[in-house]
């Protein structure tokens, strides 16, 4: 059996004082993730954390639980991920820690709002003009590898060069690139290129501290050096 507190960042809305409340969640499944016992707990109706206080429901987003769609994207004991993705098992301890990611505008709870990425992609101009045709060979893996981009915005939590208000695109920009260099004719390259050298290229201070948090599991060091090359380096 599992037993856990779920300690959850709560908050009302923006602007709203932030504060913790904490729930006793217990289950038979091993195979139990965050995003079970949210569901879990906001099933329970009425709602009570362990002092006993009836509580709101908690506010949190998800679509596939699948780890597909990257709207369950939190902050989990200090790690950023996809809460479908992220098992109670593996996590040490009995306190469970649940944040909203810090780099966005807080909606409620444990929602943010993520609109930043699709606006940098669209001020990028990051989308194909035609259908196109999938190239053979080593470019293909790595359109296909890119394509798995959730957008989730783990890899721009753990970024020390993204801030929301920022021109820096982040991995979550890099990735669509990298895919989009891989699968575009000469002329489209090199607008797309020009695009990642200065909204991605030129901010990134190639740490990598982003390669390690990706609920998809993209290689992120292989298609960045990948889109380097391509882009800033001309091979
Ligand atoms: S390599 Fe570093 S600066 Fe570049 S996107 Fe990743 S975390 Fe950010
Ligand atoms: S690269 Fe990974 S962590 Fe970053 S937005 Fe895409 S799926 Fe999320
Ligand atoms: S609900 Fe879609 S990735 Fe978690």
Redesign the pocket.
């Known amino acids: 059996m599992i037993e856990k507190l779920i300690d959850v960042l709560r908050c009302a809305g923006p602007g709203a004082r932030q504060w913790h409340q904490t729930f006793l969640y217990t289950t038979d499944d091993d195979g139990a993730t965050v995003a079970t016992a949210l569901r879990e707990l906001n099933e329970r109706s009425p709602l009570f954390d362990v002092d006993g206080v009836e509580a709101e429901p908690i506010r949190w987003e998800c679509s596939c639980l699948q780890r597909k769609c990257g709207s369950c994207a939190m902050v989990v004991n200090g790690m950023p991920g996809a809460a479908c993705d992220v098992r109670l098992s593996s996590l040490r301890g009995k306190r469970v820690t649940l944040e909203p990611l810090r780099k966005f505008p807080l909606v409620a709870d444990l929602v943010v709002d993520r609109q930043v990425v699709y606006d940098r992609l669209r001020d990028m101009e990051v989308w194909l003009e035609r259908e196109v045709e999938l190239p053979k060979g080593r470019r293909n893996a790595d359109a296909y590898e890119a394509s798995r981009c959730l957008q989730c915005g783990c890899?721009?939590e753990?970024?020390?060069?993204?801030a929301a208000s920022g021109d820096?695109g982040?991995?979550a920009a890099?990735v669509p690139v990298a895919r989009l260099l891989a699968e575009t004719d000469a002329d489209e390259r090199r607008r797309l290129a020009a695009s990642y050298r200065s909204a991605?290229f030129s901010?990134?201070?190639?740490?990598?501290?982003?390669?390690d948090v990706c609920p998809a599991k993209i290689d992120?060091a292989h298609l960045?050096s990948r889109s380097n090359a391509a882009a800033v380096w001309g091979r």
């Open positions: 890899c721009l753990v970024c020390p060069n993204f820096f982040g991995m890099m991605v901010g990134c201070g190639k740490s990598l501290a982003c390669r992120l960045m």
